[in-house]
């Protein structure tokens, strides 16, 4: 373990910036855990929970090997968070049925078949087997056993007071303004409260993030994408776990409501919900679950999600900035990433080879882009 003497400062507390001050203090760093706002109050407790890495990867390569690894960590990296911080994040290991309503997206879900793992083709009366209140409309469908789901806001509230708890320095409401740097290489921020300064500078700034790196040459190509998302309740539960089709997921929650999400906008910095567009979610959730048409309305909501043009996060050095390290644009699939990116990022802030190659991941990529 290293000792408290090495410090990081990590741009950005929502999950992704939390899950990385969590591994390095636990690695014995201390860490600064700095947010323009309260944290975890974007993206990160916007989001249903859903742990998809498989039913939202269509294709093989670097980013589906990155959600499997995280999936295969994050049992035990929420049982470790429970533990400490002693909140439960609610892990639930339901399994997600992905349904085909059409025939175009039933060949597609079938051309996943000879390169996903841990994946099954199920016939339209095994599927309603599994879970009764579905359409019979459908034309059967894939299971994914191993994508489980997690409560975000119960996940925010635990890695928070786990972070309290390890001695992770948390300060809220305190944006920062720019990256310092000295003789070529990032040491510190500037902040409303002073400079500050540490022998690692981690940015997870989500779609926030570009500014901050443009000053240094860095043009990372981040945008906002508006998920609008639903809470629901029946008077019985309908749903054992958590049903996806083609534009709409249904997630229960231990609660008894259920998130139904969610939309994808690019519509800048606006996070309002619009009638029109929680409209048509609604109605196609009803097509999946007939019974949610007499549901109760709980809430909505909108997160802006930090995407990027080619669907991958950024995660590394850059050679335009020595001294930073990056980890944004996760997109839709930052709680899904989190244990991995957290692990990765504490290997390389230690000097360690990464489990996997970040080389698909690299911030010098932009001009590929």
């Known amino acids: 373990m290293n000792s408290r003497s090495t410090s990081a400062i ?16 636990r690695s014995g760093i201390q860490c600064t855990l700095l947010d323009k706002g309260a944290l975890n109050q974007e993206a990160s407790t916007a989001a249903a929970g859903m742990l998809g890495a498989q039913v939202e990867t269509h294709q093989p390569g670097a980013f589906y090997e990155l959600c499997r690894l ?66 019979h409309n459908i034309l059967g469908g894939l299971r994914f056993a191993q994508d489980h789901q997690i409560h975000p806001v119960q996940l925010a509230k635990a890695l928070q007071a786990g972070l309290r708890k390890l001695g992770c320095e948390i300060r809220e409401w305190t944006p920062v303004f720019g990256l310092i740097e000295r003789q070529g290489r990032i040491e510190g921020v500037r902040t409303a409260e002073g400079s500050l300064f540490a022998d690692h500078v981690i940015i997870c700034a989500g779609a926030w993030g570009s500014a901050l790196t443009e000053p240094l040459g860095l043009e990372l ?13 029946t008077e019985a539960p309908v749903l054992r776990g958590t049903v996806f089709t083609q534009g709409c997921y249904i997630v229960p929650k231990l609660d008894g409501s259920m998130i139904i999400g969610a939309t994808q906008e690019e519509a800048g910095f606006n996070k309002r919900c619009h009638v029109n567009v929680i ?26 999600r ?19 390290t990056i980890a944004m644009g996760h997109y839709r699939n930052g709680i899904l990433l ?26 010098d990529r932009t001009k590929a882009i």
């Open 10 to 25: 990590i741009i950005g507390g929502g999950i992704i910036g939390c899950t990385i001050a969590w591994e390095l203090t």
């Open 70 to 135: 995280s999936q295969r960590l994050y049992r035990e990296w929420s049982e470790e968070i429970h533990q400490i911080s002693a909140i439960s994040p609610q892990y639930i290991t339901q399994g997600i049925l992905r349904a085909a309503l059409h025939a175009d997206d039933e060949q597609e879900l079938k051309s996943r078949l000879p390169w996903i793992q841990d994946a099954e083709w199920l016939s339209t009366s095994e599927m309603l087997a599994l879970e009764a209140g579905l359409s």
């Open 221 to 233: 190509p981040l945008f906002p994408v508006k998920g609008q998302c639903i809470s629901v309740r």
């Open 279 to 304: 409209s048509d979610l609604f109605a196609r959730a009803v097509k999946l679950l007939p019974s949610l048409d007499q549901a109760e309305l709980v809430s909505t909501w909108a997160g802006l």
């Open 306 to 324: 930090p995407g990027t043009r080619d669907g991958l996060p950024f995660m590394g050095t850059s050679s335009h900035a020595p001294g930073l």
């Open 338 to 363: 989190a244990p991995a990116t957290g692990r990765l990022i504490k290997q390389l802030i230690l000097g360690e080879s990464t489990e996997i190659d970040l080389t698909p991941f690299s911030p």
